[in-house]
């Protein structure tokens, strides 16, 4: 219990963690970088799913929970799509615009980040725990960078640096409670195991490609977002190496 714990407070803060460093940098950004940012993160999160969570699902319940539960995770995630305002990015060469009120943004963040505790809760549930740190670093890494944009488009709507720190740090703890629902309801329901890790593969595979990979690729910045994408995903495979 202490571990999961751990591993959904250090994935949840670090949004925070990489907020902070809105402190110390101006408050605008290039979409170079912004592109390579969302890049890094999709090649966590493939790394994440298709090395950690998905092998994870095969061993514990076979192809058909594998199948069930990855189309349950796109599924979810192509509701919320339909059915929470949605960030949109303005591609432009002069820096980072959002065209949707900030507390429909702030909601929909929030919201988004809960298959992302779901996926800590249920890796942690499984009977490898070595699986439940892997997949709290892979979301804490994607995390950081998700941290540091929330902060600047709330720098880009006129409020201050402390308060958009907070408030971007804030918006990664539903990640606690999802963590800790997702573990105790596999916990006690261990045919839910497979189900669980297949689901939250299949959100992060939503996630990857159908916002990351395109945002990044969107302001003529494909050959950095590339380069970003394979260095996320070789920092993950590396991380999965330390841990097994």
């Given at each position: 219990m202490?571990?999961?714990?751990?591993?959904?407070?250090l994935?949840?803060m670090?949004?925070?963690?990489?907020?902070?460093?809105i402190?110390?940098?101006?408050p605008?950004?290039?979409h170079?970088?912004?592109?390579?940012?969302?890049?890094?993160?999709?090649?966590?999160?493939?790394?994440?799913s298709?090395?950690?969570?998905?092998?994870e699902?095969?061993k514990?319940g076979g192809f058909v929970?594998?199948?069930?539960?990855i189309?349950?995770?796109v599924g979810?995630?192509?509701l919320m799509?339909?059915?929470?305002?949605?960030?949109?990015?303005?591609?432009n060469?002069?820096g980072i615009?959002?065209?949707?009120?900030?507390l429909l943004?702030?909601?929909?963040?929030?919201l988004h980040?809960?298959p992302?505790?779901?996926?800590v809760?249920?890796?942690?549930?499984?009977?490898?725990?070595?699986t439940?740190?892997?997949i709290?670093w892979?979301?804490?890494f994607?995390?950081?960078?998700?941290g540091?944009?929330v902060a600047l488009f709330?720098?880009n709507?006129r409020?201050?640096?402390?308060?958009?720190f907070?408030i971007?740090?804030?918006?990664?703890?539903?990640e606690?409670v999802?963590s800790?629902?997702g573990?105790f309801?596999t916990?006690?329901?261990?045919?839910l195991?497979?189900?669980?890790l297949?689901f939250?593969?299949?959100?992060?595979?939503?996630?990857i490609?159908k916002?990351?990979?395109?945002e990044?690729h969107?302001?003529?910045?494909?050959q950095v977002s590339t380069y970003a994408?394979?260095m996320?995903?070789?920092?993950?495979?590396?991380?999965?190496?330390?841990f097994?």
């Open positions: 202490t571990e999961v714990i751990f591993g959904s407070v994935s949840a670090s949004t925070g963690l990489g907020a902070l460093l402190l110390f940098i101006p605008t950004i290039t170079r970088w912004k592109d390579a940012l969302l890049a890094f993160s999709a090649g966590i999160m493939m790394a994440a298709t090395i950690g969570l998905i092998p699902a095969l514990y929970p594998l199948f069930v539960g189309w349950l995770g979810v995630l192509t799509e339909k059915n929470i305002p949605h960030i949109e990015l303005q591609h060469k002069k615009q959002f065209d949707e009120k900030a943004i702030i909601a929909a963040i929030t980040n809960i992302e505790g779901l996926s809760g249920v890796s942690y549930a499984s009977e490898d725990g070595d439940g740190n892997l709290a892979a979301i804490g994607q995390n950081a960078p998700e540091l944009l709330l720098i709507q409020i201050s640096k402390l308060k958009a907070i971007a740090t804030l918006t990664g703890t539903i606690i999802t800790l629902l573990y309801l916990g006690y329901v261990q045919f195991v497979p189900y669980g297949s939250a593969a299949g959100a992060m595979l939503f996630i490609y916002e990351l990979i395109p990044s969107g302001d003529g910045n494909e994408f394979i996320g995903m070789l920092i993950m495979v590396l991380i999965i190496d330390i097994s």
